[in-house]
């Protein structure tokens, strides 16, 4: 669960939503775009998009990377457990009571706002309805991390 500290931030708008630092930008909003990249990078691992659904009520929606006990996000190589984890104990902070449904999801569906409004409760901004195309950001982000070696990041905190 992360959230902007950048004064006055306004997810609507475009251009301060682009000015966020690649990290922040995939955290709050561009997550599924950063799935989809890695996914497509890696097309020899069996990987599937994992949606953290906030429950009724809340916000806080997550998507994930995941194969047999890892997972990928903003943060690097977790093992998914860890990260799911890290993500709700983050979001029980922001909100008491918060909780999610885990969905796996079709990944063409990350790239693809009418598909994505085909599911209940989702809806993603397509690549080119950011400020500029973020899927070139996503491979530039994606650079910073090597190939899956299946060992877990430290940063999780």
């Known amino acids: 669960m992360y959230q902007p500290r950048s004064q006055n931030y306004d997810k609507s708008d475009s251009v301060k939503r682009w000015q966020l630092p690649d990290r922040v930008f995939f955290a709050c909003g561009a997550c599924h775009i950063l799935a989809y990249v890695f996914i497509e990078h890696y097309v020899e691992i069996e990987m599937q998009p994992l949606w953290l659904k906030p429950s009724d009520g809340y916000t806080g929606n997550h998507?994930?990377?995941?194969?047999?006990?890892?997972?990928?996000?903003?943060?690097?190589?977790?093992?998914?457990?860890?990260?799911?984890?890290?993500?709700?104990?983050?979001?029980?902070?922001?909100?008491?009571?918060?909780?999610?449904?885990?969905?796996?999801?079709?990944?063409?569906?990350?790239?693809?706002?009418?598909?994505?409004?085909?599911?209940?409760?989702?809806?993603?901004?397509?690549?080119?309805?950011?400020?500029?195309n973020a899927l070139p950001r996503a491979e530039q982000y994606l650079n910073r991390f090597g190939p899956p070696q299946c060992t877990p990041s430290p940063i999780l905190t």
């Open 63 to 132: 998507i994930i990377v995941t194969w047999g006990d890892w997972a990928f996000d903003y943060h690097g190589y977790s093992k998914r457990t860890a990260l799911i984890d890290h993500y709700f104990k983050r979001a029980r902070q922001r909100w008491s009571g918060w909780g999610a449904e885990l969905r796996l999801l079709p990944k063409e569906i990350l790239i693809s706002e009418e598909k994505s409004k085909e599911i209940n409760g989702l809806w993603l901004r397509e690549p080119s309805q950011f400020l500029h």
